[in-house]
């Protein structure tokens, strides 16, 4: 970095390259410093509850390593199996747990980091409670790498629920799916999984893994863990939720392995939804909960507008939704199309109190939208964070800001 | 602000005047706004588990407005009947319940804020989660007023949990209380509150509350929750491993009254420990958990030193204690002697991988230590995100840099 400095060369650093907003992409050229060797679990402590990385390590390692200590790193993004934990922290990245346990943000301890010139210093503490001075550990942590380089990082965990339940509700339409979302929330449990897919990505699933049970308007994946009594009770409380929603088809996973199944079927969602056309434009634009209806109303009007085809799935529980446009954007037309699209879709979210990303970051995606949400202020106020830290702005330039 | 800001007016926010480390104090003069009239609970919403609130509403009426609707909102600073969620948002409050629920931190979502020079902008959004730009949401939360003023908070709730069970642990020295209560974590259950008095405290407290029956070297209130069953399990594990650590005498709450008088014992330690002399200094050091019982031993060792009373209690299962001096500051060589016993205080901990403060800020009290946590670079980085926002340095002046 000192050098990158002194020569004013842009620097990108990279974890795995799965992110989905381009945050890794070298966009103004110059230097890429990948963490993949940087891949040690140094510690994992079940006294304190953390586990002390280098940003190189797998999230998928430190969840196994983790859960053979009877310990839990609840974050699980889509692309957990190949995704890195440096690259989770840069773009605080989300998953399928996030309305019982929160986003890689909630498990950030203290991250050590390198300055744009050299300098470190480590962020946050090994204590669970810190308020000395700003709260630098979660500036840092969904920064994208533009304020500087994560070198390590000690992250918290929780005590690994001990059993958990797996359920797949269908509906006949997304509407229905959405309400019964809130029918859940107000039975008083807080599910740790709460998945929904629409009928274009089912019937995509459905090609894709050669299943021929996904037949529906909606379905709603949803999981709750605890310990024994404890997923007993909840599930007693899901299943009536469900039924006084209008769920025409109601099933709970006899084991592990079709519980792994259900989420087999939603991990490929992106993956098969892919297949169909050339080009898979996903969106990450997030309401609250209850607009979730609208949202998807919404959506399915800005598809019919421009003719569109959109799968919608997504993290229910959160109000995050990941729109995904399939379209062939090798055809001059589509790229209006899906430019227009995108920009009522954020209109849209916006206007119910969301946000135009929930989890996926700003990258080089939504850089020109980011004033719609923040204004001229909040535009400026997050600048002039980055030119406090980067004032050469050479790390990784082209990111967040226009 | 933009008068203020024109006129180069220092500003302070201030809420109910209740914290710990002079934050609120107008230690350069100028305008304190106070937040004593924006006190309504704008909004609690059980469908997206949120409330809207001013930031001059006590915390305690939070916990009650929402707690009739089944929700709960777990922040509880010792001072949460008089003090303010502004305050608590400012300061990053901390309190009781922060080894199971997290702090003040963990439940913003959104803030209103206004910036030194009167433009305003929302800091976060209604959704759970957002990831557009820089988490100006949590770099407000704990910046102790010096970058801007809060006007308005979307706080997170969760669901109340039906059923509690509150403990004593009695010991015979604070070190084995101490490891008790790793003990407690290695169980494999994460109670609701873990909390320490030691010897002195509990004199402290005796004789303030009249109670006779706390004459111990070290006492463990603990309160675990959940639903009914759960609370049954997690009472069995944690008599287990209290049995098992040595307890001299283990008692459990029979009913509610009990249970409150439990915390209200708790609540009084620092208002019993300050009738005992003119002068009380609350410190705030906090280490990871695994190294309380050096802490506790550190501290002992200064209070022999100097020769000072010392009283230690605090959030043990945050590893978050608060040694607190019990003085006659109008007597010259006594100031010497604390100044000297909180730096090595700080020392301690810091040496253990802990840091200044957890949970009270660092204000005007420790703003000369920071360097000795955070080195050069992290105190100048703090500084220039400080100037980014306040150039002209009119924002609650005087606290967090020296």
């Known amino acids: ?40 679990i ?14 190189g390590v797998i999230t998928a390692s430190l969840h196994s390593a983790s859960e053979a200590l009877g310990l839990f790193y609840p974050p699980d993004p889509g ?114 999984t709460l998945e929904i897919m629409d009928s274009v990505t089912l019937k995509a699933v459905a090609s894709f893994s050669g299943r021929n049970d996904l037949d529906y308007g909606a379905l709603l994946l949803i999981e709750v863990d605890g310990h024994e009594e404890d997923v007993a009770r909840q599930s ?32 490929s969602a992106l993956t098969a939804l892919a297949r169909i056309s050339p080009s898979v434009i996903l969106e990450d634009a997030t ?36 729109p995904t446009i399939i379209t062939d954007l090798r055809i001059e037309e589509n790229k209006n199309k899906v430019k227009a699209a995108v920009g009522e879709i954020f209109e849209a979210a916006l206007s119910l109190g969301g946000t135009l990303s929930g989890e996926h970051g700003i990258g080089i995606m939504k850089s020109s939208y980011m004033e719609s949400e923040l204004g001229a202020a909040g535009v400026e106020a997050m600048r002039a964070v980055k030119d406090a830290f980067d004032p050469q702005g050479i790390m990784n330039p082209g990111k967040i800001f226009v």
């Open 42 to 55: 140094i510690d994992i402590d079940p006294a304190d509850l953390i586990a002390v990385v280098e940003p």
């Open 287 to 322: 309401v609250p909960r209850k607009e979730m209806t609208s949202m998807v109303r919404a959506i399915r009007s800005v598809a019919g507008k421009y003719g569109l085809l959109i799968g919608t799935f997504g993290h229910a529980g959160d109000g995050n939704l990941h």
């Open 1 to 40: 970095m000192e050098y990158a400095a002194r020569e004013r060369i842009p620097v990108t650093p990279r974890g795995a390259g799965t992110g989905l907003s381009g945050g890794c992409v070298p966009a103004a050229g110059g230097i890429v410093v990948s963490t993949e060797r940087l891949n040690r």
């Open 79 to 192: 692309s957990c199996a190949f995704c890195t934990l440096g690259g989770n922290i840069a773009e605080n990245a989300g998953g399928l747990r996030g309305l019982k346990y929160g986003v890689t943000r909630d498990y950030v301890m203290a991250l050590d980091v390198v300055l744009p010139d050299g300098r470190t210093f480590q962020a946050g503490s090994r204590t669970r409670k810190n308020v000395t001075g700003y709260d630098m550990a979660r500036l840092f942590t969904g920064s994208e790498g533009t304020l500087g380089f994560i070198t390590g990082a000690v992250l918290k965990l929780i005590v690994l629920p001990e059993a958990k339940a797996g359920f797949l509700a269908a509906f006949d339409t997304l509407e229905a799916a959405s309400e019964a979302v809130l029918a859940i929330i107000k039975s008083g449990i807080t599910p740790s």
């Open 236 to 267: 007693g409380k899901l299943l009536d939720a469900l039924k006084n929603s209008g769920a025409k088809e109601l099933r709970q996973a006899r084991d592990a392995a079709e519980q792994e199944e259900i989420w087999t079927a939603r991990r």
